[in-house]
């Protein structure tokens, strides 16, 4: 492949991430993986995540205004 092929294949791949943003507005939320929860040590209570708000999900890059 040469660069121009390069440069092309990866904007193909970035406009696939965009659109799969756009039909896939969220994913887990990296701080409590999805769960919304933050565990005490003991793993008994839990808060909401700080990160999320407790909802475990956050907005994707490119996925636009709520
Ligand atoms: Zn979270």
Do not use: Q
Not at 6 to 14: D, H, K, P, S
Not at 29 to 41: D, H, I, L, V, Y
């Amino acid at each position: 492949m040469n660069t121009a092929e390069w440069v092309v294949g990866g904007i193909v791949a970035f406009l696939a991430y965009v659109v799969s943003c756009r039909i896939y507005p969220y994913a887990a939320c990296r701080n409590c993986k999805g769960t919304g929860k933050f565990r005490s040590p003991s793993g008994k209570a839990y808060r909401n995540c700080r990160r999320c708000g407790g909802r475990g999900r956050r907005r994707r890059l490119f996925a636009g205004s709520e």
